[in-house]
């Protein structure tokens, strides 16, 4: 519900908090991104008077089911949104390979690079995109959608809605997924802008005078260059995302094909028996390959937090029948490069030389071509990753698990293009200390998994709720999904771990920051919505005292905004102890977020009439919209409920927390709980109600 948050009574929360009723918005948040939006050039949308967009594909959510975004993918042209969808969904798995191979041999070559070396990462490679992607992903967790949007929390969504309630399990899954998505955000476009521009010290002539601090330069003007755009959105440059993207795939597969040519024994790597023996032989060696090898699916959860804009038939295609072809010519054809340097180095009798493998693959005369247009690909990965955390954001708001900040809409037309100007100067700072402190992709690449891989648990944890609990799954074949694959997410889980104090440690502080951001304002939240129950007058009490002694009557209307319909909210008792007057008409407004991703419009105003002069009014949002008052009220006048938005006052119920050394929570989470409160958002501009209708009445509490 919305409304009792630390800063007011009108605060847009889905009192996200374990034990709440499973009629209560159960936690989700699909990653979508802006980029995803502008390649939806088929879906026109009109406005429908309460905020939502009209002609939203289906794959937004409004068929549900599993084959939500078939939908989508013919009203909108599938080949269209395969296009778009490389150059999104497959952005950041799509630069794995500027980085992927080159750590993953390193890790090898501690005591010398051999044959069965070469093939055992590069079998490793491929395997972890067929088992992790393609099966895991593709054939099985893209098959959880809510109402067409995916990702991790929608799968939090799924799972507490088919227990019936939110439990305390799921609940915390959940939040853990959405923090270790913000240690991701600040990793990706560091590593991935560091590893373009390292490229350039393959160019003959430039190797010496490439150092890394220039490496780092060149790095920071690109990112700064990204963070300071985004505060005007990317719709216009967004349309170049997909086909810039399948050039970058193309440009991969041509390179592997040029070396596969000088030795096509590399693909021998397809069998797996290499994979297998190379784990096998290595031990605790093996494990640290497995972590870096793990580099090369990094992105795979953005093929379900997308679903919501491109469907999920699109993205499997795209995925299937081009990304995956041309990720493994590529990783085949760096493996058949390193076998001709191995052979190099035995004829010469020097030493194996570790070489930046992808820039490698490329003739002398392409490299800087080859730079730039890793550039651009690298910049898109970055982009999608962005702007998933200010949709992310947007989420967590709207369902209570962080405060109200500042979003802001940078196009008219695409529901999925926000800016989060706090986020976003958040995560330029996180990116930046980020890169000044590790300084090269291959530092960083040992901070990258650990974030990643525990998402991917969480993934696979829900996903068996939601398989036994919803799809009503035989415990045979749900143990048949969750045992094997619980075992390779494990494995790629402990094989990152080995690295955490070699970098590992940086996401896990990120999302333990986070992680406890969001529970100090959920259990804070929870703290001031019970005390508030405890010493207010409930409605119908009220109610039934002014008819006995009516006050003094004021002309207009009246809304009172509250998380809680069933009690007086603040600003009404403060209303009436110090102006002593009560309105004509009283309109008792709260507003709720669904767990759904939109809500449309015949269900987004509910009205409840109590007399005369009372009527409750629930409005209610999904989880990817944002709340706009006056047009949802607008809905009133069809149930008969009209009244002038311009003569009408917004009463909101201001407060002013202090901290208590005897409350539910430790002096320090008070404080913290405090500065939340102080930074979120003024509700008027966040419910978009206008400036001049609104009275606040404060009351201090202690939390």
């Given at each position: 519900?919305?409304?009792d948050?630390p800063k007011?009574d009108a605060?847009s929360?889905?009192s996200?908090?374990?034990g709440?009723?499973?009629g209560?918005?159960?936690?989700h948040?699909?990653?979508s991104k802006?980029a995803?939006?502008?390649?939806?050039?088929a879906?026109?949308?009109?406005?429908?008077?309460?905020?939502?967009p009209?002609?939203e594909?289906a794959?937004?959510g409004?068929n549900?089911?599993h084959?939500?975004?078939h939908?989508?993918a013919?009203?909108?042209?599938?080949?269209?949104?395969?296009?778009g969808?490389?150059?999104?969904?497959?952005?950041d798995?799509?630069t794995s390979p500027l980085?992927?191979f080159?750590e993953?041999?390193?890790?090898?070559?501690h005591?010398g690079?051999t044959r069965?070396?070469?093939l055992?990462v590069?079998?490793?490679?491929?395997?972890?995109?067929i088992l992790?992607?393609?099966?895991?992903?593709?054939f099985?967790?893209?098959?959880?959608?809510?109402?067409?949007?995916g990702?991790?929390?929608?799968l939090m969504?799924?799972?507490?809605?088919a227990?019936?309630?939110?439990t305390p399990?799921?609940f915390?899954l959940?939040?853990i997924g959405?923090a270790?998505?913000?240690?991701d955000a600040v990793?990706?476009?560091?590593?991935?802008?560091?590893s373009?521009?390292?490229?350039?010290?393959?160019i003959p002539g430039?190797?010496?005078?490439?150092?890394?601090?220039?490496?780092m330069l060149?790095a920071?003007?690109m990112?700064?260059?990204l963070?300071?755009?985004q505060?005007?959105?990317?719709e216009?440059?967004?349309?170049?995302?997909?086909p810039?993207c399948?050039?970058?795939?193309?440009?991969?597969?041509?390179?592997?094909?040029?070396?596969?040519?000088?030795?096509p024994?590399?693909?021998?790597?397809?069998?797996?028996?290499?994979?297998v023996?190379f784990?096998?032989?290595?031990?605790?060696a093996?494990f640290?390959?497995?972590?870096?090898?793990?580099?090369?699916?990094?992105?795979a959860?953005?093929l379900t937090?997308?679903?919501?804009?491109?469907g999920?038939?699109?993205?499997?295609a795209?995925w299937?029948?081009f990304?995956?072809p041309?990720?493994?010519?590529?990783?085949?054809g760096?493996?058949?490069?390193?076998?001709?340097?191995?052979?190099?180095?035995i004829e010469?009798?020097a030493?194996?030389?570790e070489?930046?493998?992808f820039?490698?693959m490329?003739?002398l005369a392409l490299?800087?071509p080859?730079v730039?247009?890793?550039?651009?690909?690298?910049?898109i990965?970055?982009q999608?990753?962005?702007?998933g955390?200010?949709?992310?954001?947007?989420?967590?708001?709207?369902l209570?698990?962080?405060?109200?900040?500042?979003?802001?809409?940078?196009s008219?037309?695409q529901s999925?293009?926000i800016?989060?100007?706090?986020?976003?100067?958040?995560?330029?700072i996180?990116v930046l200390?980020?890169?000044?402190?590790?300084q090269?992709?291959?530092?960083?690449?040992h901070?990258?998994?650990l974030?990643?891989?525990?998402?991917?648990?969480?993934?696979?944890?829900m996903?068996?709720?939601v398989?036994r609990q919803m799809?009503?799954?035989?415990?045979a074949q749900?143990?048949?999904?969750?045992?094997?694959?619980?075992?390779?997410d494990?494995?790629?889980?402990t094989a990152n771990?080995?690295?955490?104090?070699?970098g590992?440690?940086?996401p896990?502080?990120?999302?333990t920051?986070?992680?406890?951001v969001?529970?100090?304002w959920?259990r804070?939240t929870?703290?001031?919505?019970?005390k508030?129950?405890?010493?207010s007058?409930?409605?119908n009490?009220?109610v039934d005292m002014m008819?006995?002694r009516?006050?003094?009557?004021?002309?207009?209307?009246?809304i009172f905004?509250?998380?809680?319909?069933?009690?007086?909210p603040?600003a009404?008792?403060h209303n009436?102890k110090?102006?002593?007057?009560?309105?004509?008409k009283?309109?008792i407004?709260?507003?709720?977020t669904a767990?759904?991703?939109?809500?449309?419009?015949?269900?987004?105003?509910?009205?409840?009439i109590i007399n005369?002069d009372f009527?409750?009014v629930?409005?209610a949002y999904?989880f990817?919209?944002?709340?706009?008052?006056p047009?949802?009220?607008g809905?009133?006048r069809k149930?008969?409920?009209?009244f002038?938005?311009?003569s009408t006052?917004f009463?909101?119920?201001r407060r002013?927390?202090?901290?208590?050394?005897?409350s539910?929570?430790?002096?320090w989470?008070?404080?913290?709980?405090?500065?939340l409160?102080k930074?979120?958002?003024n509700?008027t501009?966040y419910?978009?109600?206008p400036?001049?209708r609104?009275?606040e009445?404060?009351?201090q509490?202690t939390?």
């Amino acid at each position: 519900m919305i409304g009792d948050t630390p800063k007011d009574d009108a605060a847009s929360s889905a009192s996200p908090t374990p034990g709440a009723t499973s009629g209560e918005t159960a936690p989700h948040t699909a990653i979508s991104k802006d980029a995803a939006a502008s390649n939806k050039e088929a879906a026109a949308k009109t406005d429908c008077g309460d905020g939502t967009p009209a002609g939203e594909s289906a794959a937004s959510g409004h068929n549900g089911g599993h084959g939500g975004g078939h939908g989508a993918a013919k009203g909108a042209g599938f080949l269209a949104l395969a296009i778009g969808s490389v150059g999104v969904v497959f952005g950041d798995i799509g630069t794995s390979p500027l980085y992927a191979f080159k750590e993953a041999l390193h890790a090898a070559s501690h005591d010398g690079v051999t044959r069965s070396e070469i093939l055992g990462v590069v079998s490793l490679a491929l395997w972890a995109l067929i088992l992790v992607v393609t099966v895991k992903y593709v054939f099985f967790i893209m098959r959880a959608d809510n109402k067409g949007e995916g990702g991790v929390l929608s799968l939090m969504a799924l799972a507490m809605r088919a227990m019936g309630k939110r439990t305390p399990f799921i609940f915390v899954l959940g939040v853990i997924g959405a923090a270790l998505f913000y240690g991701d955000a600040v990793i990706t476009p560091a590593i991935s802008v560091l590893s373009a521009v390292e490229g350039l010290r393959t160019i003959p002539g430039l190797e010496d005078s490439i150092s890394t601090q220039m490496v780092m330069l060149i790095a920071i003007i690109m990112l700064l260059g990204l963070f300071f755009i985004q505060s005007h959105g990317t719709e216009k440059v967004g349309r170049f995302f997909g086909p810039i993207c399948m050039v970058w795939f193309a440009v991969m597969a041509a390179l592997g094909v040029g070396q596969l040519i000088t030795h096509p024994d590399i693909m021998l790597a397809i069998s797996p028996h290499y994979a297998v023996t190379f784990l096998a032989e290595h031990g605790l060696a093996g494990f640290i390959v497995l972590g870096a090898v793990f580099l090369t699916v990094t992105g795979a959860e953005a093929l379900t937090a997308d679903m919501g804009h491109f469907g999920r038939w699109p993205i499997q295609a795209a995925w299937l029948f081009f990304v995956l072809p041309c990720l493994a010519i590529n990783y085949l054809g760096q493996g058949a490069l390193a076998l001709s340097m191995l052979d190099l180095s035995i004829e010469s009798g020097a030493p194996f030389q570790e070489l930046n493998w992808f820039f490698e693959m490329a003739p002398l005369a392409l490299r800087l071509p080859l730079v730039l247009l890793a550039g651009a690909a690298t910049f898109i990965a970055s982009q999608a990753v962005i702007t998933g955390a200010f949709s992310l954001t947007q989420q967590a708001i709207q369902l209570g698990l962080l405060p109200r900040l500042d979003v802001l809409r940078t196009s008219e037309t695409q529901s999925g293009q926000i800016f989060v100007p706090q986020i976003n100067s958040m995560l330029l700072i996180g990116v930046l200390v980020v890169m000044l402190s590790f300084q090269t992709s291959s530092a960083l690449a040992h901070a990258y998994g650990l974030a990643v891989t525990g998402t991917m648990v969480v993934t696979t944890a829900m996903a068996a709720i939601v398989m036994r609990q919803m799809w009503k799954w035989r415990w045979a074949q749900v143990l048949a999904f969750v045992i094997p694959f619980m075992i390779l997410d494990l494995a790629f889980l402990t094989a990152n771990a080995l690295r955490f104090f070699t970098g590992g440690w940086l996401p896990i502080l990120i999302a333990t920051a986070l992680f406890i951001v969001m529970a100090t304002w959920v259990r804070g939240t929870q703290i001031l919505t019970e005390k508030t129950r405890r010493d207010s007058v409930g409605l119908n009490d009220l109610v039934d005292m002014m008819q006995a002694r009516p006050p003094h009557r004021a002309s207009g209307t009246a809304i009172f905004l509250t998380s809680d319909p069933d009690v007086a909210p603040v600003a009404l008792m403060h209303n009436l102890k110090h102006n002593k007057v009560l309105h004509e008409k009283n309109v008792i407004l709260t507003v709720k977020t669904a767990n759904t991703p939109r809500v449309a419009p015949e269900d987004r105003v509910t009205i409840e009439i109590i007399n005369a002069d009372f009527k409750k009014v629930v409005i209610a949002y999904g989880f990817m919209e944002s709340p706009n008052l006056p047009k949802a009220l607008g809905l009133c006048r069809k149930q008969g409920l009209k009244f002038d938005i311009m003569s009408t006052s917004f009463f909101l119920g201001r407060r002013s927390v202090v901290p208590s050394a005897n409350s539910g929570m430790p002096l320090w989470q008070d404080k913290l709980y405090i500065f939340l409160m102080k930074n979120a958002a003024n509700p008027t501009e966040y419910f978009h109600i206008p400036p001049g209708r609104v009275v606040e009445l404060g009351t201090q509490v202690t939390v």
